[in-house]
C-alpha cells in the first residue's frame, strides 16, 4: 500500500515568517514529487514540482527531497494571509503515473 | 492560462440514478484523470485515460463507474447507480507530459441524496 504521510496541523505561523511543511513516503520507487496548495472548496493547485536530491527554488517556495530518507518538505518564506491553504503533498513512480496525495497540511497565517 | 474546464460545479441526484460529469481538458495534453475527495479526506484516484483507453484504475473504480472521450476533446465520468457514499468532489485533471505537473479542473461537488 502506497501511503504519503502529512500532519494534519494546523500549523500557526506568523506573518512574515517561514512555514515548514513536512511529507514522508512509503514506496521507495517514487521519482515524482508535488505540492499543490488547496484552499476550501477549491481544487488543488501545482506549487511546486521536484524529482531530484536537494532544494528547488521558485520565489518564496523551496522544495527539499530526500529520496534516501523518503522525505520531502516545503518551505514558505515571507509567509502571507493568503498562503493560509491546506497543502498536499502528491507522490508518484513517474510523471504520469497517478499521483498518490497526503492527506494535506493546515497552515494558518497569522497578520 | 490554459485551464482544465468541469461541468456541472455542482449537482444533486438521488441515489440510484445515473450521472454524467464533464470535462474539457487542456488540449495539448496527453493524459487524463479523475480524482475524488470526500469532505476532510485526501484527494483519491480513480482512473487514467492515456489514448482513448484506461491506462489504469483504483479499487474504487468498479463497475458502477465507466469514462469516454466521445469527441476528442470531452472527457466524462459516468457513475451508472448513485450512492451516498459517492458524494464528494470530483477532479478532472490532465497532464502534457513527464516533467508537468498535473492540471486539476475547479471540481463536480456531486451530491446523493
Known amino acids: 500500500q502506497k501511503e504519503v504521510e502529512q500532519n494534519s496541523g494546523p500549523l500557526s505561523v506568523p506573518e512574515g515568517a517561514i512555514a515548514s511543511l513536512n511529507c514522508t513516503y512509503s514506496d521507495r520507487v517514487s521519482q515524482s514529487f508535488f505540492w499543490y496548495r488547496q484552499y476550501s472548496g477549491k481544487s488543488p493547485e501545482l506549487i511546486m514540482s521536484i524529482y531530484s536530491n536537494g532544494d528547488k527554488e521558485d520565489g518564496r517556495f523551496t522544495a527539499q527531497l530526500n529520496k534516501a530518507s523518503q522525505y520531502v518538505s516545503l518551505l514558505i518564506r515571507d509567509s502571507q494571509p493568503s498562503d493560509s491553504a491546506t497543502y498536499l503533498c502528491?507522490?508518484?513512480?513517474?510523471?504520469?503515473?497517478?499521483?498518490?496525495f497526503g492527506k494535506g497540511t493546515r497552515l494558518s497565517v497569522i497578520a | 492560462e490554459p485551464e482544465v474546464t468541469q461541468t456541472p460545479s455542482h449537482q444533486v441526484t438521488q441515489m440510484g440514478q445515473e450521472v454524467i460529469l464533464r470535462c474539457v481538458p487542456i488540449?495539448?495534453?496527453?493524459?487524463f484523470y479523475w480524482y475524488r475527495q470526500t469532505l476532510g479526506q485526501k484527494v483519491e484516484f480513480l482512473v487514467s485515460f492515456y489514448n482513448n483507453e484506461i491506462s489504469e484504475k483504483s479499487e474504487i473504480f468498479d463497475d458502477q463507474f465507466s469514462v469516454e472521450r466521445p469527441d476528442g476533446s470531452n472527457f466524462t465520468l459516468k457513475i451508472r447507480s448513485t450512492k451516498l457514499e459517492d458524494s464528494a468532489m470530483y477532479f478532472c485533471?490532465?497532464?502534457?507530459?513527464?516533467?508537468?505537473?498535473?492540471?486539476f479542473g475547479s471540481g463536480t461537488r456531486l451530491t446523493v441524496v
Open positions: 485533471a490532465s497532464l502534457q507530459g513527464f516533467d508537468y505537473g498535473y492540471t
Open positions: 502528491a507522490v508518484s513512480p513517474s510523471g504520469n503515473t497517478p499521483l498518490v
Open positions: 488540449s495539448n495534453h496527453l493524459y
